[in-house]
């Protein structure tokens, strides 16, 4: 497949995808969601992809979902979009393979939802993050309203999907919205280091760990809890062993 929105960078197992249509603000149309799609697949079949940072170019991170293109779909074709959308999101976080967003400018409506559907969230102090879909007489459709409540609580997510308050980057962090905040000339250096960090780990620990979470939030806490112990047991005499020994043999563990 051709990818016209998005642009793809491999370096030393760090994919950088930056979505690349800055004269609507990134803004999220169908043919986002098919190429998206597209590189989710080529991603989890490629082994020399092991970890992957989001980025966008220009002053928005994504502005939201295509305004343009929804204007005139019918109620049908509207529940038809948000499903696309959300089939594309849910396959972000059932990839075995982190994901972390570095948020560079206005994310919002869709576009938040895009960031919440990352394992990590990154953000220039230039960012601004908000569910302005109420303004438009919508509400989010890319389950940013499962998500977000999830995420930073009932309370603050019904603050900002009822208000569309548009909140800059100490509030995002305050709110927990975003783990880490930086200017915007070391955001991607920081996204960078941050991967780095985590390729340095345990990689099938890593992998256990997005599997375990993400499933245990989608669980109850003792099915959760039996997950975690089944992965726990299966890095016995594997990973586990060496990062063990290593620790016991004063030595750098050979993953
Ligand atoms: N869709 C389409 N085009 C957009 C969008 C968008 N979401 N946002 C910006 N653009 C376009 C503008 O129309 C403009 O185009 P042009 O130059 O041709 O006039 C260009 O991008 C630049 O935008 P602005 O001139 O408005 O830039 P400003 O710096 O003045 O303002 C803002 C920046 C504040 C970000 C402003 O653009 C804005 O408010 N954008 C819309 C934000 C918004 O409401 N987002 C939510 C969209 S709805 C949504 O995301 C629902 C998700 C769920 C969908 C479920 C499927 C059914």
């Known amino acids: 497949m051709t990818f016209k929105i998005l642009k793809t960078k491999n370096q030393d197992g760090i994919l950088t995808i930056t979505i690349s249509r800055p004269e609507a603000l990134n803004a999220l149309n169908t043919a986002f969601f098919d190429?998206?799609?597209?590189?989710?697949?080529?991603?989890?079949?490629?082994?020399?992809?092991?970890?992957?940072i989001i980025t966008a170019e220009g002053k928005a991170f994504v502005a939201g979902a295509d305004i343009a293109e929804m204007v005139n779909k019918n109620s049908i074709e509207g529940t038809e979009f948000s499903v696309r959308g959300q089939k594309v999101f849910r396959k972000m976080e059932h990839l075995d393979k982190p994901i972390i967003a570095a948020i560079n400018g206005f994310a919002l409506g869709g576009g938040l939802e895009l960031a919440l559907a990352c394992?990590?969230?990154?953000?220039s102090d230039?960012?601004?993050?908000?569910?302005?879909?109420?303004?438009?007489?919508?509400?989010?459709?890319f389950a940013?309203?499962?998500?977000l409540p999830r995420l930073i609580g009932t309370a603050n997510a019904l603050w900002l999907l009822m208000t569309a308050e548009m909140i800059d980057a100490a509030e995002a962090l305050r709110i927990g919205l975003v783990?880490?905040?930086?200017?915007?000339?070391e955001l991607?250096?920081?996204?960078?280091?941050?991967?780095?960090?985590?390729?340095?780990?345990?990689?099938?620990?890593v992998k256990k760990i997005k599997k375990v979470v993400r499933k245990g939030m989608e669980a109850d806490f003792d099915s959760g809890s039996q997950l975690e112990a089944q992965e726990f047991g299966t890095?016995?005499?594997?990973e586990g062993e060496e990062g063990m020994r290593a620790f016991l043999e004063k030595r750098k563990p050979k993953f």
Do not use: C, W, Y
């Open 144 to 147: 940013g309203t499962q998500r």
């Open 35 to 52: 190429e998206m799609d597209h590189l989710l697949d080529d991603i989890s079949n490629d082994d020399s992809v092991k970890i992957i």
């Open 119 to 123: 394992d990590i969230r990154l953000a």
């Open 235 to 238: 890095l016995f005499g594997n």
């Open 188 to 205: 991607i250096e920081s996204a960078n280091k941050m991967a780095q960090l985590i390729l340095g780990k345990g990689p099938k620990a």
């Open 126 to 141: 230039k960012a601004r993050f908000g569910q302005p879909e109420v303004n438009l007489g919508l509400i989010p459709g």
């Open 179 to 185: 783990q880490k905040v930086f200017v915007p000339e």
